[in-house]
């Protein structure tokens, strides 16, 4: 398993926009999907994005789509998630995975290696 290092969660208004970071450990990750997840409190935890190794594929879940861009730097061995337009209902701890190849909708049994969550509360 690989080591994930989330960071820029924090607290802003509704409205207002974040920019999540996630570095890895391992230069291996540059050929995995990897993917940020969200878990709010009494939830199940869920995918927001996930994006293949060369970045040509990317998945966005509902809710996410029009607001969220996740990239990666394969050189930097780090990938983000632009979150703009932020709701209240996207408050939750996201996270950050990685996992082997890709699947037009990638699934939570599809990463192997996690980070530990960075919390982002949005405020009304």
């Known amino acids: 398993q690989v080591q994930l290092v989330e960071s820029g969660g924090g607290l802003v208004q509704a409205g207002g926009s974040l920019r999540l970071s996630c570095a890895a450990s391992?230069?291996?990750?540059?050929?995995?999907?990897m993917g940020w997840f969200r878990q709010a409190p009494g939830t199940e935890r869920e995918l927001v994005a996930a994006?293949?190794?060369?970045?040509?594929?990317?998945y966005y879940e509902d809710s996410a789509r029009g607001r969220f861009t996740i990239t990666r730097d394969n050189g930097k061995v780090t990938v983000y998630l632009r979150m703009n337009s932020l709701k209240p209902e996207d408050t939750a701890v996201y996270y950050c995975?990685?996992?082997?190849?890709?699947?037009?909708?990638?699934?939570?049994?599809?990463?192997?290696?996690w980070g530990q969550g960075t919390n982002v509360t949005v405020s009304s």
């Open positions: 995975a990685a996992g082997p190849g890709w699947r037009d909708r990638p699934v939570t049994d599809d990463f192997d290696s």
């Open positions: 391992e230069r291996t990750v540059s050929s995995y999907t």
């Open positions: 994006i293949n190794w060369s970045g040509h594929s990317i």
